[in-house]
């Protein structure tokens, strides 16, 4: 994940006029079928501008949840840490409501040849939670490997969430789905800490 508030300001430009071209291919096919130079000519740019910010289509796609979908965190964190408590069910309505807003870039990603891709970008969201959820518990996980568990444990079954949201569960609401996952997540989490 890249920080975009560290990059250069023509940078920034650059990977976002990028991001809107994909997401302008990706309303008439799906990514399988775009092509890097595609891109690159929808944003005006060359194959080398494409290839100096991302290494793949998958990359740019999954940068877009970076700087649009995944923010979220560090606004539930801030919260968090301010208050000296974890709210798991306003963090994962939270979570819901913004992918809710963007579900056609959530049928995208899920779309993606490798999901392991879409995955290490939600451990990279759940990791800060349990991390905070460590800070502010006074039992705190001591077992690392443990820790690890929960990590894994969480990102799979928000990933799972995900998918059966977009292809069974599209009557669901962000509230729905996001109060389902802090039940299931929270007890488990709860116990181990």
């Given at each position: 994940m890249v920080n975009k508030n560290k990059l250069d300001p023509r940078v920034r430009r650059t990977r976002k006029l990028l991001q809107d071209a994909l997401?302008?291919?990706?309303?008439k096919r799906p990514i399988s079928k775009i092509q890097i130079k595609e891109i690159a000519q929808q944003a005006d740019m060359s194959r080398h501008a494409f290839y100096s910010n991302f290494e793949t289509k998958e990359d740019l796609l999954l940068s877009y949840c970076d700087d649009v979908i995944f923010p979220i965190q560090q606004e539930a964190f801030g919260k968090a840490l301010a208050a000296d408590?974890?709210?798991?069910?306003e963090i994962n309505i939270a979570m819901f409501s913004h992918w809710e807003e963007h579900r056609d870039v959530l049928?995208?990603?899920?779309?993606?040849?490798?999901?392991?891709?879409f995955l290490n970008r939600l451990r990279g969201y759940v990791e800060p939670i349990?991390?905070?959820?460590?800070?502010l518990e006074?039992?705190?996980i001591n077992d690392n490997q443990m820790q690890h568990f929960?990590?894994?444990?969480i990102t799979g079954g928000i990933y799972m969430l995900l998918r059966y949201?977009?292809?069974?569960?599209?009557h669901l609401t962000h509230l729905d789905i996001?109060?389902?996952?802090?039940?299931?997540t929270s007890g488990s989490a709860l116990s181990i800490i």
């Open positions: 997401i302008e291919l990706l309303h408590y974890l709210d798991l069910e049928l995208w990603v899920m779309e993606m040849d490798n999901n392991s891709l349990v991390h905070v959820m460590e800070q006074t039992d705190t929960l990590v894994e444990y949201w977009v292809y069974e569960g599209k996001g109060k389902a996952s802090c039940r299931l």
